[in-house]
């Protein structure tokens, strides 16, 4: 595995088995959930699925425009989730606001994709760096010490979705050649950073254990 990400994912699997410890021995401890009855797993799944089907292009603009159609649509589902069953304001503004983003980012990524046919030369680097950003996410996911509160799996969730989507958009500036893709990935990179961001401060204040 690649040095930049082992030492976080290594330090994920020492909280989860320090939190799993704790909640052993420990009646008031974090009350953790399988990972297979929790619904965001199952929405990160399905959207993982849909993704690895993607026909690619190797073309970088395309493949970048597809995926993160299906990568926006698996955060709305989650927020939509977020809004039917949460129950902290703060999650349900947050989740409000990512669907409204990134409904709009749908439409302007649909628009590219209906006016650009897959350009030449093929560029498959591309590729492998998405999927590898996708793998990540899930192993990041795996990790996590899902609780079966909604407010507190969304606001983690999000923040390993987030980190993905801003991958893919780093692998678009490096490898695209379209200025509106390119643009466009800059500014997924923007408010994601700001929504990981508060994500974060919400879950140091509404910690579990």
């Given at each position: ?43 990160m799944h399905e959207m993982m699925t ?102 507190f799996d969304f606001a983690q969730l ?52």
């Open positions: 595995m690649n040095k930049l990400f082992r030492f976080p994912l290594l330090a994920l699997a020492l909280t989860f088995a320090t939190l799993t410890t704790s909640c052993d021995n420990d009646d008031e401890g974090l009350e953790l959930q399988a990972h297979d009855d929790n619904i965001f797993m199952r929405q849909q993704m690895q089907a993607m026909t690619k292009t190797q073309d970088p603009d395309n493949d970048f425009a597809m995926m993160m159609k299906m990568h926006h649509q698996g955060a709305i589902t989650m927020s939509q989730e977020e809004l039917r069953s949460g129950s902290d304001t703060e999650m349900k503004a947050m989740a409000q606001q990512i669907i409204d983003k990134q409904q709009a980012e749908i439409k302007i990524l649909d628009a590219f994709l209906s006016s650009h046919p897959p350009q030449q030369p093929p560029v498959p680097a591309f590729n492998m760096k998405q999927m590898e950003s996708m793998e990540r996410m899930m192993q990041a996911n795996d990790l996590r010490p899902l609780t079966g509160n909604i407010d999000m923040v390993d979705h987030h980190r993905s989507a801003i991958e893919n958009s780093q692998a678009e500036i490096e490898y695209g050649r379209t200025t509106a893709m390119k643009d466009l990935a800059h500014s997924i990179i923007d408010e994601q950073e700001m929504e990981i961001q508060e994500l974060q401060e919400w879950l140091l204040e509404h910690k579990k254990y």
